[in-house]
């Protein structure tokens, strides 16, 4: 069975930074793109990144380019994203997807951007 | 970037009655990618069809999806109580993903 867990979120001010990662396990990581998603709170959700199954590719929604880095470690099993220059707009449940057919969910972890 | 456009925002419907959520896309939509999926409050999205007609694991046979190339349909034929909820369609055929902007299904 495919498990995702988050973890990482938390609180931080404007201008700060934040990684997260996701553990995988019940299937071959290294065979699937990955990605993050995000839901701001009372709002819909929001495609954030993709990573190719080698880590040699990646996409990024436009708001977060320059600022977020995704990467993923395929011997650890495991997806990180690097949150720099956070903006209060950034706050959201932050949610690691598998790229399979199905996809999988992890249950999300909360960044919260305040001062 | 293909946009998904959802319809209707909201949905009044009574339990028992037939649901009928439609997305629509801006450009043509791999079907091996397509996804629905519903929310509730505080929750994680859970995934109901994926290849666009294929209801994931567990899900209910009320559920069905069916569409192709740039419109899609999620119908529920009973809404049961516990399916009043905010219903989501996704891209995820590209190296960027889309999602619909949701439909809510609520108690009329």
């Known amino acids: 069975e495919v498990h995702l867990a988050e973890s990482g979120g938390g609180f931080v001010q404007p201008g700060g930074s934040l990684r997260l990662s996701c553990a995988a396990s019940?299937?071959?990581?290294?065979?699937?793109?990955m990605s993050w998603v995000r839901q701001a709170p009372g709002k819909g959700l929001e495609w954030v990144a993709n990573?190719?199954?080698?880590?040699?590719?990646?996409f990024y929604v436009e708001s977060v380019k320059g600022r977020f880095t995704i990467s993923r470690d395929n011997a650890k099993n495991s997806l990180y994203l690097q949150m720099d220059s956070l903006r209060a707009e950034d706050t959201a449940v932050y949610y690691c997807?598998?790229?399979?057919?199905?996809?999988?969910w992890g249950r999300g972890a909360l960044v919260t951007v305040s001062s | 970037e293909n946009v998904l456009t959802q319809s209707p925002g909201t949905l009044s419907l009574s339990p028992g009655e037939r649901a009928t959520l439609s997305c629509r896309a801006s450009?043509?939509?791999?079907?091996?990618?397509f996804a629905w999926y519903q929310q509730k409050p505080g929750q994680a999205p859970r995934l109901l069809i994926y290849?666009?007609?294929s209801r994931a694991t567990g899900i209910p046979d009320r559920f069905s999806g069916s569409g192709s190339g740039t419109d899609f349909t999620l119908t529920i034929s009973r809404l049961e109580p516990e399916d009043f909820a905010v219903y989501y369609c996704?891209?995820?055929?590209?190296?960027?993903?889309?999602f619909g902007q949701g439909t809510k299904v609520e108690i009329k």
């Open positions: 997807v598998t790229g399979g057919r199905p996809p999988s």
């Open positions: 019940g299937f071959s990581f290294s065979s699937y793109w």
């Open positions: 990573i190719k199954h080698d880590g040699r590719d990646k």
């Open positions: 450009q043509r939509v791999n079907s091996g990618y």
């Open positions: 290849d666009a007609s």
């Open positions: 996704q891209d995820y055929g590209d190296s960027a993903w889309t």
